[in-house]
């Protein structure tokens, strides 16, 4: 899992609630990714981050926002909770130069009644 | 990682066999190709890569071709073993964006 943790590993939460989900790094890599996967859709870019308070939107970032304070921890918080964004979500770092593989974490996975 | 095995095409091969498992990407100006390996419960794990200036890579009882006319990857796993059942995915990236786009996936199922 490349030193990432993410948290919590499962949440349940009811439709309009703010969710929080956090991605911690251990090895102080710049680039941080959350994703999300849904059936039928492979993995979804929601945002990423290259550098602390350096973030950018992903192809589906409409519901989500994120924040990076430190190197180490990334945080994607959804204002208001939808059935939509029920998902796995995944947190990756990037470990090399350009054109390198991305390493994930185990995921989170959310859903909203 | 369970969800991520609903609607997807499954390849089943005996344990010994080889594995083929394709993947068309989607944009002419990428440069730069993955391979992953997703098991239940876990996130997506690293197999191999290959960049445009190659057709062909090998590593570990894994080869990936890149046929880049018809915008076509594949993986090829020798002797296929029980551990390797699992969904995989290709992804691709550009140079100077690192993010990397994927595609939807294919679950290998390794009959023993």
Redesign the interface.
Known sequence: ?AG?TQSPRHKVTETGTPVTLRCHQTENHR?M?W?R?????????IH?S?GVKDTDK?EVSDGYSVSRSKTEDFLLTLESATSSQTS?Y?C?I?VGT??S???????TRLTVT | GESVGLHLPTLSVQEGDNSIINCAYSNSASDYFIWYKQESGKGPQFIIDIRSNMDKRQGQRVTVLLNKTVKHLSLQIAATQPGDSAVYFCAEGLTGRRALTFGSGTRLQVQP
């Open positions: 899992d990432i680039y990714y994703y996967q849904d059936p039928g859709h492979g993995l979804r870019l990423y290259y992903g796995v995944f990756a990037s350009d054109n593989p991305l390493h994930f974490g185990n995921g």
